[in-house]
Nanobody, 126 residues
Framework: VLLQAYGGGLVQAGGSLRLSCAASGRSFSTSHMGWFRQAPGKEREFVAAISWSGGITHYADSVKGRFTISRDNAKNTVHLQMNSLKPEDTAVYYC????????????????????WGKGTQVTVSS
């Protein structure tokens, strides 16, 4: 699966952005998809994930209620709608694909992504 994230930019605190990720490859529609981010000087962190059908979503506590992940399997795209943005959301955002999702005790483990796209910069000014 080849992935390309886009839609980043500069936005004021409280504003919104919608990130998109275009995917190519046969396994997209059967892969869980995720968004991660990496801020300067910090490790990459999980943001959100969505099951292959779109029926199940997972979010980091820091973005719950503000971000929404969705996907369109007909268009091979996954989106991340980000509302009420905060300066601490500033990071490079990456989309990733997980063709073989792992669950532990019924909970999805998002750190087994096999494919990564180049990131898109999101900067939130205060």
């Amino acid at each position: 699966v080849l992935l390309q994230a886009y839609g980043g930019g500069l936005v004021q605190a409280g504003g919104s952005l919608r990130l998109s990720c275009a995917a190519s490859g046969r396994s997209f529609s059967t892969s869980h998809m995720g968004w991660f981010r990496q801020a300067p000087g910090k490790e990459r962190e999980f943001v959100a994930a969505i099951s292959w059908s779109g029926g199940i979503t997972h979010y980091a506590d820091s973005v719950k209620g503000r971000f929404t992940i969705s996907r369109d399997n007909a268009k091979n795209t996954v989106h991340l709608q980000m509302n009420s943005l905060k300066p601490e959301d500033t990071a490079v955002y990456y989309c990733a694909a997980d063709p073989t999702p792992t669950y532990y005790s019924g909970n999805y483990y998002p750190y087994g992504m096999d494919y990564w796209g180049k990131g898109t910069q999101v900067t939130v000014s205060s």
